[in-house]
């Protein structure tokens, strides 16, 4: 049972290249997220999911695009790479109310746009 | 909205010192708290929780206790290690209304001194 698992671990893009950070779960878990962590700004989200083929925005969406066809994979893609967009992103997943929405979190994947 | 305010760090303790952190929350229903820790380089994982007005959290030496009426979710240990030091974060959700999202505090840096 790996959990949530992401890749890459470190990515550094130039200004203005697309890339895509994998995520997957292992725990069949409707709902899943993805987070970006930024110093003394906590977690913020970017988008959520609450199970294959729905996803929605969260509160710093602009950038960033998901889809999910699968209940395991929620990959988050960056479509013109900017500065502002250096970050740690966190992936997570939770089973729904049921388990009072605990988090799981991926082990994060560092990224630096230069 | 949501949110979640704690105490600011980065706060330094000696060996075998209390500790708390203070957590306080803003929420229009009745949410679900939780406090989680992130490590050196990891991501972040379920320290406590507490789904309820006065049920208290507990896990390794800290607790946590739900106050309804002063909106509060202290994290407390009374004595500390080295092996605490760890970035805390304090995060509500309300899982009747949120879908699988939480919303965090921007997180309390602790180093804990041999």
């Known amino acids: 049972n790996a959990g949530v698992t992401q890749t890459p671990k470190f990515q550094v893009l130039k200004t203005g290249q697309s890339m895509t950070l994998q995520c997957a779960q292992d725990m069949n878990h409707e709902y899943m997220s993805w987070y970006r962590q930024d110093p003394g700004m906590g977690l913020r989200l970017i988008h959520y999911s609450v199970g294959a083929g729905i996803t929605d925005q969260g509160e710093v969406p602009n950038g960033y695009n998901v889809s999910r066809s699968t209940t395991e994979d929620f990959p988050l893609r960056l479509l013109s790479a900017a500065p502002s967009q250096t970050s740690v992103y966190f992936c997570?997943?939770?089973?729904?109310?049921?388990?009072?929405?605990?988090?799981?979190f991926g082990p994060g994947t560092r990224l630096t746009v230069t | 909205g949501d949110s979640v305010t704690q105490m600011e760090g980065p706060v330094t303790l000696s060996e075998e010192a209390f500790l708390t952190i203070n957590c306080t929350y803003t929420?229009?229903?009745?949410?679900?708290l939780f406090w989680y820790v992130q490590y050196p380089g990891e991501g972040l994982q379920l320290l406590l929780k507490?789904?309820?007005?006065?049920d208290k959290g507990s896990n390794k030496g800290f607790e946590a206790t739900y106050r309804k009426e002063t909106t509060s979710f202290h994290l407390e240990k009374g004595s500390v290690q080295v092996s605490d030091s760890a970035v805390y974060f304090c995060a509500l959700s309300e899982p009747s209304t949120n879908a699988g999202k939480s919303t965090f505090g921007d997180g309390t840096t602790l180093t804990v001194k041999p």
């Open positions: 929420a229009t229903g009745y949410p679900s």
């Open positions: 507490a789904t309820k007005a006065d």
């Open positions: 997570a997943s939770n089973a729904g109310q049921a388990t009072s929405d605990e988090q799981y």
